[in-house]
């Protein structure tokens, strides 16, 4: 019997950062290509895809959480496939607790491997239930570090649902082991993609109707630094900027000290590429800094601010924070709030510290109680959002340019997109739909959006942006 004869349905759901949003569109173009169907809800579906995040412990606990609740459903089938992928199955432990704590998982694969899931699901419905992870080979579940480990084929289907803008991953991996971080440990070492790759698929995704994409890599500044030939982000920016029909060109994630003002120069003169500059700080303290192993100062993250905000005045920055790493003081925390309040944030992801396993800062010495960390998340988040009011207050009465995403979840009437800057926008006049690109006159701001009318008449995509299958 096959596949497509019994009619297996699929859903796949997604924790963590945008590059599992990418592994998961791909995980469901390759269900998709060997005969599987999605299903509408987790109720419905013979094969759940649960895509993992391992950056910090609240995402496994999350994830651990999942599993059981999926576990518990009723299944049409009577014997639901449940398949564990991502960044926590390159955790070692994380096996033996996966044999523990849900022995109901049948297949379990790293990013690198992502590739091998239907092929795993198919011969997991020819072992008897009761072979734990038997479709499964330990080279899939072990953590390596051979570059081959996290690179994925070129070239493979995926499945992009109702997005005007899609996702490119330039690279894998990661080289820089911040003392936090346990990227590098499930990711593997950096690889970039060979620019005549990313560039075709950029190609592609705008014959298909994309006007926006998105570049991802653990650290996009240091692209090109694995090549043995002189090719780097700047180059690919200037090249991806000529692709006829790509309206903008964003990326994430930046580190600091590979911004160059090479960089800088190039974005300044590119017609496409976003004036949004997302630069991790982490900390406003040189000596937690130093600890965090980021390679750079204050001094020199404020000269890249500094040269972001001469080169491009109408630029947005916005950063990553976390408090309580092992060691902080009240005066370490305080050199914190007083880097966000002289270089005023457009906004900032903030975090407290969470040890993971295998990094050096879980080992450190002065691990923080959690009401500590707590108490000063609170503070910064204030700090934050105060300073995001005002700078978004400064939009009132100005006109933006925003590419429709989709509709608001409280006023479905509305529609919302992303200006330039990648500021939220909700448009107050009803109409546009996902892919347009629309001129929007701020009447509202708040912390988190911008609101107002439509100016003229909104440009209609040449596109629907529904899901879309591209092999």
């Known amino acids: 019997m096959t596949v497509s004869n019994r009619n297996l349905k699929y859903f796949v759901e997604t924790f963590g950062c945008q590059m599992n949003q990418r592994d998961s569109e ?41 599993l059981g609740e999926i576990s518990a459903l009723p ?52 072992l008897p239930s009761s072979d734990l992870l038997a479709a499964v080979s330990p080279s899939r579940t072990e953590v390596r570090r051979d570059e081959s480990t996290q ?92 692709i006829p029909g790509l309206e903008r060109i964003r990326y994430y994630t930046s580190h600091p000290k590979d911004f160059s003002q090479d960089m800088v120069k190039t974005i300044k003169e590119s017609r496409h590429v976003c004036s949004h500059f997302h630069l991790p700080v982490q900390s406003g303290s040189d000596r937690i800094l130093k600890l965090m192993n980021r390679r ?42 007083r880097l966000v309040e002289k270089v005023r944030f457009d906004g900032a992801f903030t975090f407290m510290y969470s040890p993971r396993s295998n990094t050096p800062a879980a080992k450190m010495k002065g691990q923080l109680p959690r009401e500590t960390k707590s108490k000063r998340l609170q503070e910064l988040v204030a700090l934050q959002n105060e300073i995001t009011r005002s700078i978004n207050s400064a939009s009132l009465g100005t006109t ?24 939220l926008v909700v448009c107050t006049t009803p109409g546009p739909r996902p892919g347009d690109m629309v001129k929007i006159r701020i009447e509202e701001t708040g912390t988190w959006y911008l609101k107002g009318p439509l100016v003229s008449d909104y440009q209609l995509s040449t596109a629907e942006t529904g899901d879309r299958h591209i092999v």
């Open 26 to 66: 791909t995980i469901e173009g390759l269900l998709l290509a060997r005969g599987f169907s999605p299903a509408d809800t987790v109720e419905e579906a013979d094969i759940v895809v649960v895509n993992t995040c391992a950056v910090r412990q609240s995402a496994e606990a999350k994830v651990w959480s999942r």
């Open 296 to 337: 750079y100062t204050v001094r020199d993250y404020c000269d890249l601010v500094d040269l972001i905000r001469q080169e491009i005045p109408n630029a947005a920055i916005t950063t990553d924070i976390i408090v309580g790493f092992p060691g902080e003081t009240d005066e370490d925390f305080e050199d914190t709030l």
């Open 400 to 423: 933006q340019e925003v590419l429709i995403e989709g509709f608001d979840k409280k006023h479905p009437e509305y529609s919302r997109g992303r200006t330039r800057s990648n500021k």
């Open 151 to 242: 690179v994925l084929p070129e070239g493979l289907p995926r499945k992009i649902s109702g997005r005007p803008s899609a996702y490119v991953t330039i690279m894998y991996g990661c080289d820089n082991f911040c003392t936090y971080c346990v990227v590098p440990f499930v990711r593997g070492p950096q690889v970039s993609r060979e620019p005549e790759s990313v560039i075709s698929e950029a190609k592609q995704l705008v014959e298909s109707g994309f006007s926006e994409i998105t570049l991802l890599g653990q650290n996009v500044n240091a692209y090109g630094l694995d090549f043995n030939y002189a090719y780097g982000f700047s180059e690919l920016l200037r090249d991806l900027d000529t």
């Open 75 to 126: 299944s049409n089938s009577g014997s639901r496939i449940i398949v564990v992928s991502g960044c926590m199955v390159q955790i070692p432990e994380n096996i033996a607790r996966i044999r523990r704590r849900a022995p109901y998982v049948k297949v379990v694969t790293g990013p690198g491997y992502i590739h091998c899931i239907p092929d795993l699901v198919l011969e997991s419905l020819r």
